[in-house]
């Protein structure tokens, strides 16, 4: 499923709203999520799953067209874990 596919989703069942008002109500909502896990904040959205971010240390790894060994930076990534209910 794609944004706009979302969207006409949230047009389709709310039907008081256009469909820009829908594209405009997922963009925000992504908005808030990127901007939260951005500030480091984790989200947590009953019966669907949490969103947090993790941060992965430097480590040691081998270039694969070289063979040479060399350090991968650390970094921050996004975890998603599915609520129990989500869980199939």
Do not use: C, W
């Not at 596919?5 to 925000?28: F, T």
């Not at 971010?53 to 975890?79: E, T």
């Amino acid at each position: 499923m794609t944004k706009d596919s979302l969207a006409k989703v949230v047009y389709d069942l709310h039907g008081g709203i256009s469909y820009k008002e829908a594209q405009k109500i997922i963009d925000n909502m992504l908005d808030i999520i990127r901007t939260q896990l951005q500030k480091g904040d984790k989200i947590m959205l009953t019966g669907f799953g949490v969103f947090h971010v993790v941060n992965r240390k430097q480590r040691r790894g081998i270039n694969p067209q070289s063979g040479d060994s060399i350090m991968i930076k650390s970094r921050k990534y996004v975890s998603f874990k599915p609520s129990k209910i989500l869980n199939f």
